[in-house]
């Protein structure tokens, strides 16, 4: 199965681009020079950090697909998630002359000003999986967006707990400051208030560490006798709540969220969980990859424009505003992968990533 994702991946990246009903207007100020060709570009993709399945399986698609295409995509990182660490790396890479930054950020602004420096000297600049304010980059390559994602996550949540339900839930992520999961959990939280019966008691934060996840969900169970759902947009959150569960031998909590197959697994066989979701995450490295090619070979991508890629069918830049976010510019906005997954006992073995 992972060598069929791996060619299905690059048969994505190996596609022709055609570009429909694009607007005459500038690009941003950023990628997008007079270079007819990327071949060799060099381009930066990085994680929050390294060691996780989640960002793993990105890096992977990312790498797949920059050989496909002639190009030196490099998957850099640090284990810690820190912004610090992301300032410094993409510091580095814009020294050393890379032509593309694409990075999944730990905080919305700061990575700011490293990123504006990387436009200013040319580079492509990009997200994946989790953004910055919109005005410190060109494009942010979406899983979804947060009317999808928090939508998602309840109505997984519901298939077991009944809206008119006078039932305490919990959310369970990385961090306060992560932009992507508080943006599904605030849209989760908001259609709970309005469409449901559930309080929500409390929400924790492991910092993507493995050990501490599993710590916090110990001690969120204890402190919440009564709980019966919690919510877990969060690679390292998920198995770790699952891990808690087993461990207090609690089998009356529902559990949902958003992590790799192969980190849940176990969880869906002996039934800890039922279901979770997420997207193709090689998938979405290789299709960033293929944006800043596009760029990089100096396309125009404005809102509205819309353009074919092969797997992934014909994509739309969007509006910042689907990501809640007031700044709109040329050359800039998001692009939303078309597809995401839940996953089940009967699904699951369908996935090696």
Request: charged share 20%; hydrophobic share 40%.
């Amino acid at each position: 199965m992972r060598n069929q994702m791996k060619v299905a991946v690059a048969a994505m990246t190996l596609g022709l681009v055609a570009l429909t009903g694009c607007s005459s207007a500038a690009g941003g100020e950023g990628g997008g020079g007079d270079s007819s060709t990327a071949d060799g570009a060099q381009i930066a993709f990085i994680p929050k950090l390294t060691g996780v399945g989640f960002f793993e399986a990105g890096g992977e698609g990312a790498v797949a697909a920059g050989k496909d295409l002639g190009l030196d995509v490099q998957y850099l990182g640090s284990p810690e998630a820190s912004a610090a660490k992301q300032v410094e790396l993409i510091n580095t890479y814009v020294g050393q002359g890379f032509d593309a930054i694409i990075v999944s950020s730990t905080t919305p602004d700061g990575l700011c000003q490293s990123l504006d420096k990387a436009r200013e000297q040319g580079l492509v600049t990009l997200t994946w999986d989790s953004d910055v304010n919109p005005e410190c980059r060109q494009f942010y390559i979406s899983q979804g967006t947060p009317d999808q994602l928090g939508k998602m996550l309840v109505d997984m949540t519901l298939e077991d707990i009944g809206a008119d339900d006078a039932a305490q839930v919990a959310f369970h992520y990385s961090s306060p400051t992560v932009t992507d999961q508080n943006q599904w959990a605030e849209e989760a939280k908001s259609i709970i208030a309005e469409d449901t019966n559930w309080e929500v008691v409390d929400t924790i934060f492991s910092e993507n560490q493995t050990e501490q996840a599993v710590q916090q969900a110990e001690a969120l169970i204890n402190a919440n006798p009564n709980l019966k759902a919690i919510i877990a947009p969060d690679a390292n959150a998920l198995p770790g709540t699952a891990q808690a569960l087993e461990n207090l031998g609690r089998t009356d909590i529902t559990l949902v969220g958003f992590s790799t197959p192969n980190a849940m697994k176990e969880y869906i066989a002996n039934g800890t969980l039922k279901r979770f979701a997420l997207w193709d995450a090689q998938a979405q490295g290789a299709l960033s990859v293929q944006i800043a090619k596009m760029l990089i070979e100096g396309k125009e991508l404005n809102v509205g424009d819309k353009f074919e890629v092969d797997g992934f069918g014909e994509l739309e830049v969007q509006p910042n505003s689907v990501q809640g976010y007031d700044y709109e510019a040329d050359g800039n906005g998001i692009i939303v992968m078309p597809e995401r997954t839940i996953f089940t006992a009967e699904n699951i073995d369908d996935f090696d990533f």
